[in-house]
């Protein structure tokens, strides 16, 4: 079974910046599309980023675009959240997904994803 584990999550500060990571374990993250999803308070839990098995296929959500990058090592078995210029809007717990797949496509759809960390908290202060 392969499972996930993000860490990186903090209190920050309006226009502060974080790194956050997902390690995989179990099996190798190669064959799998990964993404970011994220969950604040009363809201639904929504996509933020994607990428592809070789990391050549990325999507941001539009609310983070040009602030949030994703990448992935797959040599490290981890996926990469960059978050810059942090708004308190971003504020949620944030969660990395792995979907198992033959294809080498970024998919934002939460219902593809099969396998997900417990997630890390973000909160930033205004």
């Known amino acids: 079974q392969l499972q996930l584990v993000e860490s990186g999550g903090d209190l920050v500060h309006t226009g502060g910046s974080l790194r956050l990571s997902c390690v995989g374990s179990?099996?190798?993250?190669?064959?799998?599309?990964l993404a970011w999803f994220r969950q604040a308070p009363g809201k639904e839990r929504e996509a933020v980023s994607c990428?592809?098995?070789?990391?050549?296929?990325?999507s941001v959500a539009d609310s983070v675009k040009g602030r949030f990058t994703v990448s992935r090592d797959n040599a490290k078995n981890t996926v990469y959240l960059e978050m810059n210029n942090l708004k308190p809007e971003d504020t949620a717990h944030y969660y990395c997904?792995?979907?198992?797949?033959?294809?080498?496509?970024?998919?934002?759809?939460?219902?593809?994803?099969?396998?997900w960390g417990q997630g890390t908290q973000v909160t930033v202060s205004s």
């Open positions: 997904a792995a979907r198992w797949t033959i294809h080498n496509m970024c998919h934002m759809s939460e219902s593809l994803y099969f396998f």
């Open positions: 179990g099996y190798s993250l190669d064959a799998y599309g």
């Open positions: 990428i592809s098995k070789d990391g050549s296929s990325v």
